[in-house]
């Protein structure tokens, strides 16, 4: 956790309660509370909305809530907006429970504003295409549990080695485990909740998917 008795300051200086700042961010206000006691950080979907409300570098803050850096954030410079447009990518985030037969068509629930720069951090993400779900069920669980937050890479759309992928099943959303088997030419379907049955696959041809599972955002509240 970071250290955020800086923020609690410059909400004094400035005159802004916990109040109004849960209010701003959408957040409750003891979660206000819980990070200026650094009990907690800020999550993903609240990083950009803080960094415009208490007037701070965008950039900066990513780093710092991320535990990249560990300098106080300060307020960003006055850039022309034709380059501030363009160091800021969005990404759609999908909630798999109100797919409802439309697959990754399902009309967005929000869309996560990125810094480019953030995402130079992880090399392995440059130049993919990319969505953020929110999961629903328990066949992950415990890796992905319901409502945790995923980021898929959504032009593979073939598994092509070992790793967790998105399946679209009559249009509904699924994320399950592949292992393959290189001596069999064969593959299983695993969830990760031991409930559920693996599915196993013998003609890889047929084996298709909406994306890979890049990251998971696990969710405490």
Request: net charge positive.
């Amino acid at each position: 956790m970071q250290n955020w008795e800086w923020l609690r300051e410059r909400m004094r200086k400035l005159g802004i309660s916990q109040k109004d700042a849960a209010e701003a961010l959408q957040w409750q206000k003891t979660r206000i509370s819980e990070l200026l006691c650094g009990k907690r950080d800020l999550p993903v979907d609240k990083v950009f909305l803080a960094a415009r409300f208490f007037n701070l570098d965008l950039e900066q803050l990513t780093k710092y809530n991320s535990g990249f850096s560990d300098k106080i954030p300060q307020e960003p410079n006055k850039l022309p907006k034709s380059v501030e447009q363009t160091k800021i990518a969005f990404i759609d985030v999908v909630d798999a429970s109100a797919a409802k037969g439309r697959g990754l068509n399902t009309p967005p629930v929000a869309k996560q504003p990125i810094n480019d720069d953030v995402l130079k951090l992880i090399p392995s993400l440059k130049g993919k295409k990319l969505k953020l779900l929110i999961a629903s069920g328990d066949a992950m669980s415990p890796t992905i549990n319901d409502r945790d937050i995923v980021l898929i890479d959504v032009n593979i759309k073939r598994p092509n080695k070992d790793g967790m992928y998105l399946f679209d099943l009559q249009g509904e959303l699924f994320i399950k485990r592949v292992v393959f088997n290189e001596f069999e030419k064969s593959a299983q379907i695993i969830s990760d909740n031991p409930l559920y049955p693996p599915i196993k696959v013998n003609d890889l041809s047929k084996l298709h998917c909406l994306g890979k599972i890049g990251a998971v955002c696990k969710m405490f509240f």
